[in-house]
């Protein structure tokens, strides 16, 4: 009959109860379930959950903004790789550079100007030049902390041997015939007034090859060929051989090179 279950349901209430009861349940369990699963997260244990908590409180609230989960179990920062400069630290090479005054080279053509030191070497040297004999040269090189540098690198042991071995014949005397091509240039004086003072042959070592006016090019082309020259102006500057000689009459190098 129609209807028959609907009230057979409230003749006897003990059965009404207990399946209410029964179709209660599995709501109830999935409620728990949801509530379980937002309350603790998968994955986040217990001890997750408390480094969380351990964050500093906000520093509007009078706490600071680092983590507070500090101690034993915290490793160490490594040190930065790159140096930043301190309020002491001292400045680069290149800005040391550009803060020193720059020092204009003087080229010097009337050799009797020159301090009579070094007039009295460039005179030895020419004579032991014009000579034709490499060995006149011996007693002007310098010996032991003061030796006059004639190659990259170590001193040799005998600097003769040294420039013979710089000469397209076995007396050194076309290294003679350079030497007296180069001295007979004037002089540049570079780092006038340091202890590098130094009086350098040929100046062009020491000018822009493009300043150079049409008799300086001349006065090159005596000691290079025009082709040296070129090249050179590629290289960016004079590469030949140069003499330096200190002002209190020390032969300081005969090199080439940059």
């Known amino acids: 009959m129609p209807g028959k279950g609907f ?40 001890s997750d959950k408390s480094s969380t908590d351990s964050k500093a409180k906000n520093p509007e609230d009078g706490g600071e903004d680092e983590d507070l989960d500090s101690g034993a179990s915290r490793m160490p920062m490594p040190d930065s790789l790159i140096k930043k400069p301190g309020k002491d630290a001292g400045k680069s090479d290149t800005e040391d550079k550009a803060d020193e005054p720059q020092v204009p080279v003087e080229i010097i053509r009337d050799m009797n100007k020159l301090p009579a030191p070094v007039q009295k ?8 030049a014009a000579s034709g004999d490499i060995e006149r040269l011996r007693p002007l090189l310098g010996t032991g902390a003061e030796a006059t540098q004639i190659a990259v690198g170590d001193a040799p042991d005998d600097p003769i041997a040294a420039l013979k071995s710089l000469s397209g014949d076995k007396e050194g005397r076309e290294v003679l015939g350079i030497l007296l091509d180069i001295i007979s240039t004037g002089t540049a004086l570079v780092d006038k007034g340091t202890p590098n003072e130094t009086y350098v042959w040929p100046y062009f070592a020491e000018k822009p090859l493009n300043s150079l006016t049409p008799p ?31 002002p209190d009459g020390k032969w300081k190098f005969f090199v080439a090179g940059d």
């Open 7 to 46: 009230v057979s349901s409230f003749r006897y209430p003990a059965m009404a109860v207990l399946c209410a009861c029964m179709l209660a349940m599995p709501v109830a369990g999935a409620r728990q379930a949801y509530a379980l699963t937002d309350f603790e997260r998968p994955g986040v244990q217990p």
């Open 121 to 128: 070497l460039r005179f030895a040297i020419v004579e032991a």
């Open 216 to 246: 300086e090019i001349v006065e090159l082309y005596r000691i290079v060929t025009a082709a040296d020259v070129d090249d050179m102006k590629q290289f960016g500057s004079y590469n030949f051989y140069r003499i330096g000689i200190s």
